[in-house]
């Protein structure tokens, strides 16, 4: 069977991800965290369930982002700042086909990963179940798409990278500003709409306004994916907002992934 | 039949520093290699060669000129179809094994699974590289990754070879493999495009080489032809009796360039010889060797790049034959 060039860059992406050392221990110690999250949860005071699923979505969320953000330092920044890269690329292929390769293997070891941790979270979360009397019923459906926002921000943010892999010539750079993106796509909501309402009594500089509305458009806005409130208190999911943020996270990330490799093809790989 | 490798004008300046000043590396590079050619690429470090075979390869793209790979423009992919590339500076996917790294490389070439492992194990076998064929690449000695990028370069039987100088940080057996290597496939008529400093790989293998001093093309032509220039200059070498002075008899006109106990070694023209071998028998010496002057590689690199010295000074320095 032979496999598209694209696919096969992406399973041994997905290989080298599995076989890096960093992530394996970021997993290990995500693990740990999780549980004693858990743990420590089922103590709490009051609605320790409902405590359990937001300390284990969030122990979720930060370990898939980082664990994503490794990996594309380590994949795609350092391989192409290393010139391994150089040896596919002195293949008859393209270098498109080479980043979405790389991109390729990329969204499935992040999903790996947050399968991996979120099963554990639902092992966890049934453990601290079984230990409460009187609790309402855990939202599974909700639990479940609690994760595929996760794993969008991280596919996103991943894009990111490659994005900022694509320009940079150093391997750090583009780990270093795919966390300031992280930093600001998790705020630029909060932000807005605190502008918004605080706008009728102070006068804001104009110019202020309008970075932050520029900042606004530019940035992902990644609190669209963030679906953790409706996992914990089992409320009706709007198919809307879900949808919405679908569209927009599948968009913004093909939108990164043409401009990166637009911009890869004009690339010097010295 | 096309040229397996033409450049036309090519030349490639870096940007450097803060103020993105503008080096040349390379400039106005014309060369042709012909299909079934092995070609020497020859210029001191720095000289624009890795520079040339990156372009070669669609790594990095020319500011002006253009290079062709068997016809077909060097930055389109499909150009590389019958290319094997060899790095300067290796660098694999050290979380593989050198199998795992031939499988994946003969998958992007869309080799079929049996000419794949086929391949893998005769060309680890030929690089002796067979005992670390499942070892990960990560503890590999740097010459185990050359030659792991040799086997790497020839997995899909390419017909043109570019190969960034394939001899460094190889052991002698190494260097003679490559040689060997660089020799059976000529016969099987490939075209070889190789980078070099090392001078006798150079005289051995190439049929024609191009020199490369600082960016400019100085020469491009038989090998033979540029290291014995024209002018019929030969070299003597005689075994003369102890007493014997050269300042004296008929070798004394000539230039002395070495002696050493009886043995003296002089620079003669072609129209001397015979008066002088008279001469040298008349005194009661010998022959020892006469043959024609040639260049050293390292005296035309210096002739070429305009840091000629005087003759003299270089060759007395230079060890005896
Ligand atoms: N990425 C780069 N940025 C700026 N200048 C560069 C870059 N790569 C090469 N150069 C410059 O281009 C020139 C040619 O370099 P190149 O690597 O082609 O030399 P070379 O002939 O391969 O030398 P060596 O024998 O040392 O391998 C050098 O002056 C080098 O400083
Ligand atoms: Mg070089």
């Given amino acids: ?270 | 039949m096309t040229s397996a490798i033409t450049t036309s004008r090519l030349s490639k300046s870096y940007k450097k520093g803060v103020r993105r000043q503008q080096v040349a590396a390379l400039a106005n590079l014309d060369i042709e290699v012909q299909q079934g050619e092995v070609f020497g690429f020859i210029g001191s470090n720095g000289a624009g060669k890795s520079t040339t075979i990156k372009i070669l390869m669609g790594l990095i793209k020319p500011t002006d000129g253009q290079a062709w790979l068997f016809g077909q423009q060097a930055s389109a992919p499909a150009a590389r179809a019958r290319v094997g590339y060899l790095s300067e500076h290796p660098h694999f996917y050290d979380f593989l094994t050198p199998v795992e790294l031939l499988r994946l490389l003969g998958a992007m070439r869309q080799m079929p699974q049996q000419d794949i492992r086929q391949q893998t194990e005769k060309l680890l076998g030929l690089v002796s590289l067979s005992e670390a064929a499942d070892r990960k690449i990560r503890g590999f000695s740097k010459g185990m990754v050359q030659r792991l990028g040799i086997a790497a370069a020839l997995l899909d039987d390419p017909d043109l070879l570019i190969l960034d100088e394939p001899m460094s940080g190889l052991d002698p057996l190494g260097r003679h493999l490559v040689a060997t290597i660089i020799r059976d496939l000529q016969q099987q008529g490939k075209t070889i495009f190789f980078s070099t400093h090392i001078i006798p790989d150079i005289e051995t293998l190439c049929d024609r080489v191009g020199i490369l001093v600082r960016g400019q093309q100085k020469y491009v032509g038989s090998i033979q032809e540029a290291l014995y220039p024209a002018g019929n200059r030969f070299e003597i070498t005689v075994r003369m009796p102890e007493q014997w002075r050269p300042e004296q008899g008929i070798l004394a006109p000539h230039h002395l360039l070495w002696h050493k106990e009886s043995l003296y070694k002089f620079e003669i023209a072609e129209t001397d010889i015979s008066s002088i071998a008279q001469g040298v028998i008349a005194s009661n010496g010998s022959i020892v060797t006469l043959e024609p002057k040639r260049r050293s590689l390292e005296e035309l690199f210096l002739d070429l790049s305009g840091h000629s010295e005087p003759t003299t000074e270089r060759t007395l320095a230079s060890p005896a034959p």
């Fill in chain 1, 1 to 270: 069977m032979a496999l598209h060039p694209t696919f096969m860059i992406g399973y041994y992406t997905f290989k080298g991800g599995l076989r890096d050392r960093l992530v394996q221990s970021l997993l290990l110690t995500g693990l740990f965290f999780l549980l004693s999250t858990l743990v420590f949860s089922s103590f709490s005071m009051r609605q320790p369930l409902e405590v359990a699923i937001n300390y284990s979505l969030a122990t979720v969320q930060i370990l898939t982002i980082l664990v994503t953000l490794f990996l594309g330092l380590n994949l795609l920044s350092r391989e192409i700042e290393s010139r391994a890269g150089y040896l596919v690329m002195g293949q008859p292929i393209s270098r498109t086909v080479y980043l979405l390769g790389k991109f390729c293997g990329l969204c499935l070891l992040s999903l790996l990963v947050v399968s991996f941790l979120g099963l554990c979270a639902a092992g966890g979360l049934l453990l601290v179940k079984l230990g409460l009397k009187d609790t309402p019923a855990i939202a599974w459906g909700n639990f479940f798409v609690a994760h595929i926002g996760i794993w969008m921000i991280s596919l996103l943010l991943g894009a990111v990278t490659l994005l900022f892999t694509a320009l940079a010539t150093s391997a750090v750079l583009p780990f270093l500003m795919t966390i300031g993106v992280w930093f600001i796509g998790q705020s630029t909501q909060a932000v807005k709409n605190y502008l918004e309402a605080g706008l009728g009594e102070q006068q804001m500089p104009r110019f202020l306004n309008w970075l932050v509305t520029g900042s606004f458009y530019c940035f992902p806005n990644l609190s669209l994916f963030d679906f953790k409130t409706y996992a914990i208190y089992g409320l009706a999911l709007p198919p809307l907002a879900v949808g919405y943020a679908m569209a927009y996270g599948t968009i913004y990330t093909m939108i990164l992934l043409v401009l990166a490799t637009t911009l890869f093809q004009h690339r010097d790989m010295t």
